[in-house]
T-cell receptor, first 113, second 115 residues
Framework: AQSVAQPEDQVNVAEGNPLTVKCTYSVSGNPYLFWYVQYPNRGLQFLLKYITGDNLVKGSYGFEAEFNKSQTSFHLKKPSALVSDSALYFCAVRDDSNYQLIWGAGTKLIIKP | EAGVAQSPRYKIIEKRQSVAFWCNPISGHATLYWYQQILGQGPKLLIQFQNNGVVDDSQLPKDRFSAERLKGVDSTLKIQPAKLEDSAVYLC?????????????FGPGTRLTVT
């Protein structure tokens, strides 16, 4: 069965420092992976995706993610965190059989000034 | 391009009352999803449409929830009668699901409070 794990409930980072939000996956075929962000009282916003090709994917708001097939990981990264990056982040993988997304439990990112 | 539209943004009802939510997806997106999201948790899929047909409604509580997408464009989700545990944010999303465009785009959601 396909699954996604976000091992950290919360990540705390000082403003200006690099940030990493972790995601690991388990799929039977080629993975289609996604990151979404949810700001308070807002809907989910698409950040970036990995379908195929370059292992480093760039997305919105300066975020990027690194696909690592051997470690089955798709970690979200940003070189320099902003206080405004504080939000809930979700990793997801596409289920090839039905075009549904399988969601991680979410990681709360807190950026402290 | 316009995003996914949802209305209303907020709704407060008493238990046993009925409520309806509306969603208009991104133009050209054949697949439409309704999710329920409890605060701080990931979204839970309720129903998935492909054009005007239901692909998956296995997690929709059919004794009280119903949804339709009659013309294959906008959709409504109804709850009747509402229970306290239905208090949540209801999210609508749409996707092209072809040519590598598999990401889902979400509307702002409807926050439902059942008292």
């Amino acid at each position: 069965a396909q699954s996604v794990a976000q091992p950290e409930d919360q990540v705390n980072v000082a403003e200006g420092n690099p940030l990493t939000v972790k995601c690991t996956y388990s799929v039977s075929g080629n993975p289609y992976l996604f990151w979404y962000v949810q700001y308070p009282n807002r809907g989910l916003q698409f950040l970036l995706k990995y379908i195929t090709g370059d292992n480093l994917v760039k997305g919105s708001y300066g975020f990027e993610a690194e696909f690592n097939k051997s470690q089955t990981s798709f970690h979200l990264k940003k070189p320099s965190a902003l206080v405004s990056d504080s939000a809930l982040y979700f990793c997801a993988v596409r289920d090839d059989s039905n075009y549904q997304l399988i969601w991680g439990a979410g990681t709360k990112l807190i950026i402290k000034p | 391009e316009a995003g996914v539209a949802q209305s209303p943004r907020y709704k407060i009802i008493e238990k046993r009352q009925s409520v309806a939510f509306w969603c208009n997806p991104i133009s050209g997106h054949a697949t439409l999803y309704w999710y329920q999201q409890i605060l701080g948790q990931g979204p839970k899929l309720l129903i998935q449409f492909q054009n005007n047909g239901v692909v998956d409604d296995s997690q929709l509580p059919k004794d009280r929830f119903s949804a339709e997408r009659l013309k294959g464009v906008d959709s409504t989700l109804k709850i009747q009668p509402a229970k306290l545990e239905d208090s949540a944010v209801y999210l609508c999303a749409s996707s092209l699901n072809s040519a590598g465009k598999y990401e889902q785009y979400f509307g702002p959601g409807t926050r439902l409070t059942v008292t």
